[in-house]
């Protein structure tokens, strides 16, 4: 059955459930704190609804490749900082050859590196590593347990369902990037 298959020694009921935790709580914490720097209520998604997938994602690749250094907080921070900003600069690279834009913007905060990388967010990228190692995981391990198998996988299947209809609406009724909900893009000239 497809729920049982693992991946990096986990089953994937447990791996979709903690990525669309992790979507949610990411969609939350950045709407809350762009928000607060817009002075105004601001969605972070792409689609309508509380979810921010890139945080699943990341998430879960910063889980189980940092894994083996759980307890080495030092390590977990430097690490976790510098494999989240190279993750965003390859991102925003790719962005910018495919589209000419990235959809955030740090031309504004100090120690910047061409408006797509801030010494502010990598700082941030280490702290929630150690918040994810120290007692976040715990926290979305529990919940996922306390849902049930069952309930899990018929929520995790609705997510997965809503989320590529959404996705793929939003994508296609933006007439360009600048137009899709939630994202503040900056054309970026790449030399």
Known sequence: MFWSYEIFGTDIYHV???????SILGWLVESIYMSICFKKITNRGIIKGPI?????????????TL???EGNYVALYIIGALMATGVELIAAKIMIRYTGCVWWDYSEKPFN???ILCLESTLAWGLYTIIMFGFLHKIVMAFTERIGYT???II?????IYYVIAFVKAIVNAKDMDEM???QTVKVNED
């Open 52 to 64: 921010c997938p890139i945080y699943g994602f990341g998430a879960l690749f910063v889980y189980f």
């Open 16 to 22: 979709m459930s903690w990525f669309w935790i992790y």
């Open 181 to 183: 909900p939630g994202i």
């Open 156 to 160: 995790g299947s609705l997510l997965g």
């Open 67 to 69: 894994k083996p250094l």
């Open 151 to 153: 309930t899990g996988r």
């Open 113 to 115: 590196y061409k408006g």
